[in-house]
């Protein structure tokens, strides 16, 4: 009779690594799953704790009423375009600093989805081009049309006419 020896100890070492690669496997999923488009085409949910930059540290801030920055990411929101914050008159910039304002409170409401999925257009500066909207109990709630509403931005200038916000 021949023996066998160390089969049984194999047979343990096979399941042991066997729970190791499963875990592996789950783990690297959920990373890979992070920020990956969803079931709504090629749209990502994004959350974060906003900021406004310069003011406190944090991973993911509003660098005025339609740029953000997560991380060395910059994100330009599409849809409208907001006044600036050294703007050519006061009333231009107080303007600018409401929208930058009103947009860390809008992003603060909770997850946002983002078009443009892991590989979105850039503009001439580098900043991902995308859209953002809410899924609310009434539909979706665009972020353009929400600024544009509350007089803080207006339409992206490729169809309205610009507003001059020193007037």
Known sequence: M?????????????KS????????????????????PTARGDAISIEHRWTICGERR???CVIDGDT?????RRIRLT????PELDG????????????RALLADWLNRGPVMVDGGNNPPRDRYGRELRAARRITPDG???LADWMIERGVAEGDG???AHINWCE
């Open 158 to 160: 490729w169809i309205a």
């Open 68 to 72: 953000v920055a997560i991380g060395k």
């Open 17 to 36: 690594w066997l729970v190791w690669l499963a875990t592996a496997v789950m783990l690297a999923a959920t990373l890979w799953l992070t920020g990956r």
């Open 58 to 60: 944090s991973a993911a």
């Open 79 to 82: 849809g409208y375009d907001s």
């Open 2 to 14: 021949r023996r066998r020896f160390g089969s049984r100890g194999r047979g343990r070492r096979t």
């Open 140 to 142: 979706e709630e665009w």
């Open 88 to 99: 050519a008159c006061a009333e231009e910039s107080a303007r600018a600093r409401d929208a």
